[in-house]
């Protein structure tokens, strides 16, 4: 995705559409191609549960959704797009992982593990709008000191 021209495309268009659109690529099409991968990945994967549990259930992985995200997000995948790296998302599921198989091994009740994943989940998404809305005040410190030493 860093090093060729579709990839920077795509981070570009997700990270911020207008400045793309300004520089000139076309937003709409690299957004479609983005959802067409993303929509072929997912179909390889649901082939993939199909070919290995025998059951294809409109309902059979409820609540994976979370999972993915919250992996994503631990691993440091920007919420509004546009910034993060596959490596972080393996990273981000590989915790995750841990500490759903970690917790019923410890002895703590499902309920318990409920509420210990989601507060996981909470506390990274805290971490990464703080670390996005961090950038911004930096320049804004840096702009008032220097008008104040002047």
């Given at each position: 995705m860093r090093h060729r021209q579709l990839g920077?495309?795509?981070y570009s268009a997700g990270n911020s559409p207008t400045a793309a659109f300004y520089t000139?690529?076309?937003v709409g099409k690299m957004q479609f191609i983005a959802f067409t991968i993303s929509g072929l990945f997912g179909g390889l994967c649901s082939y993939l549960w199909i070919s290995r549990y025998a059951v294809a259930y409109v309902d059979v992985a409820n609540g994976f959704e979370l999972q993915v995200i919250a992996s994503c997000v631990i691993g440091g995948i920007s919420i509004a797009g546009g910034t993060g790296k596959v490596v972080g998302c393996v990273l981000g599921a590989l915790f995750l992982g841990v500490i759903n198989?970690?917790?019923p091994v410890i002895g703590?009740?499902?309920f318990w593990q409920m509420a210990i994943s989601g507060a996981v989940i909470i506390i990274a998404v805290i971490a990464n709008s703080r670390s996005e809305r961090k950038l911004g005040r930096i320049i804004l410190r840096k702009a008032v000191q220097n008008t104040q030493n002047a």
């Open positions: 920077r495309k795509i000139g690529i076309n198989n970690a917790l703590i009740s499902p």
